[in-house]
């Protein structure tokens, strides 16, 4: 027998981390990021953008929760009831981990379990265009 005649496959620094850089490829928003945007002030500003011609749908149609845009109002409410949002909204029930938290969790004070948040799906107005 001798060697293989494949050498150098696991090497090479643009195949190292194959894995991490698809991962980070579509990232979107954290949940804590998220919850901010829900702050009404900021959601009203979000859901009623300019148009913008550089994202999908203008930035006309835009989910609040799953922080994405969509072409039409067709596909949005097509989106509010596919799995991926309702296990977003989900997630979104628990309140955001917060510097208080890790403090307690490090023995500066006693545990008080995440409090539970009441979300439901964005209204969607009709005569949007």
């Known amino acids: 027998m001798g060697k293989s005649k494949q050498v ?3 090497k090479s620094d643009k195949k190292k981390n194959i894995a991490k850089t698809w991962k980070t490829k579509r990232r979107t928003k954290d949940l804590d990021q998220i919850h901010v945007d829900m702050i009404p002030t900021n ?3 979000l859901l009623k953008q300019d148009v913008d011609y550089d994202v999908a749908g203008c930035a006309q149609h835009y989910c609040l929760h799953c922080a994405r ?10 989106h509010f009831k596919t799995k991926v949002h309702k296990k977003r909204l989900k997630q979104l029930r628990e309140e ?11 023995g500066m004070g006693s545990y008080i379990p995440p409090k539970k948040v009441e979300v439901h799906t964005q209204q969607v107005e009709e005569d949007m265009q």
Do not use: C, I, S
């Open 43 to 45: 959601a009203a500003k």
């Open 96 to 106: 955001p981990y917060t510097q208080a938290e890790a403090e307690r969790a490090a």
């Open 69 to 78: 845009y969509f072409v039409d109002l067709k596909t949005l409410k097509e």
């Open 8 to 10: 150098g496959n696991h």
